[in-house]
T-cell receptor
Framework: GDSVTQMEGPVTLSEEAFLTINCTYT??????LFWYVQYPGEGLQLLLK?????DKGSNKGFEATYRKETTSFHLEKGSVQVSDSAVYFC???????????FGTGTSLTVIP | DTEVTQTPKHLVMGMTNKKSLKCEQH?????MYWYKQKAKKPPELMFV???????INESVPSRFSPECPNSSLLNLHLHALQPEDSALYLC?????????FGSGTRLTVV
């Protein structure tokens, strides 16, 4: 079945460091891919998404490119801030849109 | 309106209490979901409603009872919960563009 595999955390970075959180997927057909962010004590917020191969999603300085050849959707940010400290979830919606799968989440802490 | 609104934001209840969680969306989405999330874990699917009909029940105990009175509203009725049911309960709705999540109800069972 469809699934998402996400880089294990926790990740600790210094402010202004480069961030990469790896995400790979297994799916039938052409899924849509998402990154969600969850700040402490809050619900899930959609960070970015991509619906077809080679699409690049971007928001708030974060980017991820839908790579069908490597079945990946890695999250990147060039310069993290303390306010980016949160848990990041990679997710997949199958080609029907009826099923939704989350990765295990990666906790990011950015220190000043 | 592009939001999913959940109330209350926080709820503390005893093991003999009956309470309800509420979820509303006015985006015209016809699929709505309840998820349960424990700390630092991904959300786990509980129920799916499609066109106001229950389409998926992920073997959730009967002390959780969902209800979809209309296309904008989703309730989760709670009765005789256990302390291990303490978690963040998330509601979501879906369109062809993706899923929108509410900010959740943080439930503590004492």
């Amino acid at each position: 079945g469809d699934s998402v595999t996400q880089m294990e955390g926790p990740v600790t970075l210094s402010e202004e460091a480069f961030l990469t959180i790896n995400c790979t997927y297994t799916a039938t057909g052409y899924p849509s891919l998402f990154w969600y962010v969850q700040y402490p004590g809050e619900g899930l917020q959609l960070l970015l998404k991509a619906t077809k191969a080679d699409d690049k999603g971007s928001n708030k300085g974060f980017e991820a490119t839908y790579r069908k050849e490597t079945t990946s959707f890695h999250l990147e940010k060039g310069s993290v801030q303390v306010s980016d400290s949160a848990v990041y979830f990679c997710a997949l919606s199958d080609y029907t849109g009826n099923q939704f799968y989350f990765g295990t989440g990666t906790s990011l802490t950015v220190i000043p | 309106d592009t939001e999913v609104t959940q109330t209350p934001k926080h709820l503390v209840m005893g093991m003999t209490n009956k309470k309800s969680l509420k979820c509303e969306q006015h985006m015209g989405h016809r699929a709505m979901y309840w998820y349960k999330q424990k700390a630092k874990k991904p959300p786990e699917l509980m129920f799916v409603y499609s066109y106001e009909k229950l389409s998926i029940n992920e073997s959730v105990p009967s002390r959780f009872s969902p209800e979809c009175p209309n296309s904008s509203l989703l309730n989760l009725h709670l009765h005789a919960l256990q302390p291990e049911d303490s978690a963040l309960y998330l509601c979501a709705s879906r369109s062809e563009y993706g899923y929108t999540f509410g900010s959740g109800t943080r439930l503590t069972v004492v």
